[in-house]
């Protein structure tokens, strides 16, 4: 699947004392950034997690950061899977400015799929072929 | 009892571009001061929900705000109960700079106890000595 | 003016272990909402901040809770001024579940106008028209 | 110098609707960590920000789960310096849980020294023994 964009309007809560967005806010982004891959496959994280007890747990996250994103400002994340199995997932992400189209940062994140007990459990086979599970070789 | 007093340091990550701490994070304060007084109480917050499904729900906070506090600063959470019977319990806080003494903010939480489901219920007998129920009329 | 709406849709970062929106958060929302209702009436937060160095400085906040948002829910952040002098300003809030309309939250903020320095300054003349001071007696 | 050890405890606002803490978070901690670290090499980080004009721009950041943080938990944030010129620094983590001992997360964050200006510029001298710059070659 081509990569998924959504825009986030930077906060007042989410900028600090340095007048640019505190760093640990961009990992919230590419959960919005996430959230909207999964809405545009036709799946919704929520009900995953409510219907079937699918958990993501994020296993590893990891951010570079290009040029600050500032108060008020709109911010494009454009997300895409880099590799999915039945077991993981890694969601790529790139954080653009929308006026100047400015790199702002990019990243990964690694998630295990597990069960409401918070063990390591494989994706229902349902959700395969949406993520594109079998396609990553 | 009396009020009891506990210290948080200012964090980067809760300033803003104002160049002080941003004002939600003043109720994150207020509520590390409520765990600590439910501590001195001789209770402790996390069991009471784990073990006995007893939910201290936020019903109104109010927090008027004096003078601002700084990145790297110390403050003193002082924190007392001003009102509680077995529904609901209301705290008030005092936030204080640790170095010169000055009152950042006072403010106060009303709380309904609600059982595992959010719905509201009374709170069991065992707990009614330690938060003083009883002793407001 | 008519009080501005805004659309938030709840963050995993939002959530607590209750399941449910943490509190300080529904203040973040406000935020949002303020902020809209400046560009709605034709200024932009930033500007007045960056440009006149007027800063908007909370001086209180209060909140009602009626009924919790849940994660991935979208919020209607509807906001009105309801009083507004040169020196001050008091927005209000309602925050309201899209799908089935209920009622979130309702609340306030006061806010004093300061200048660079953070000490209170009044509101130019030229804002005064947009944020209808004058019209509140 | 040896790694510095600080603690956190968890608070209820860092928690998120899985029942563990949301994993932004302990980028914040390892902030905390970070900023004491300073403080036991006898450097005070805001005033290298406030009397210096040195910036410490987060450049990039890692962080691998290995076992999730629950509410109220007292964690240690082990914080040493891996990489010092005059010109980046490169911090590593641990966290541990204080009561198990169990790792709940490693990860590094890298900066770049700053001005005023948010460009890069060297430390100045008189830092560079407390960081140990010079020692790593």
């Known amino acids: 699947m081509d ?5 986030v309007r ?3 809560a989410e900028t600090d004392q340095m007048g640019v967005v505190y760093h640990a806010n961009y990992l919230v982004w590419m959960e919005v950034g996430r959230v909207e891959y999964w809405r545009a496959s036709g799946l919704r ?3 995953m997690e409510l219907e ?21 400002e709109e911010v494009i994340v ?6 999915a199995t039945s077991r993981m997932i890694r969601f790529e992400y790139e954080l653009i400015g929308v006026e100047d189209g400015r790199r702002m940062a990019t990243g990964y994140t690694k998630h295990v799929f597990c069960g409401r007990d918070r063990k390591p459990a494989r994706l229902p086979q349902k959700y395969h072929l949406a993520l594109g599970i079998g396609a990553f070789k």
């Open 10 to 12: 930077v906060r007042y």
């Open 78 to 83: 454009r997300t895409s899977i880099a590799e």
């Open 52 to 72: 079937d007890g699918v958990l993501l747990v994020v296993a590893e996250v990891n951010c570079r950061y290009l040029s600050p994103a500032v108060y008020d």
């Open 45 to 47: 994280y929520r009900d």
């Open 3 to 7: 990569p998924v964009e959504t825009r």
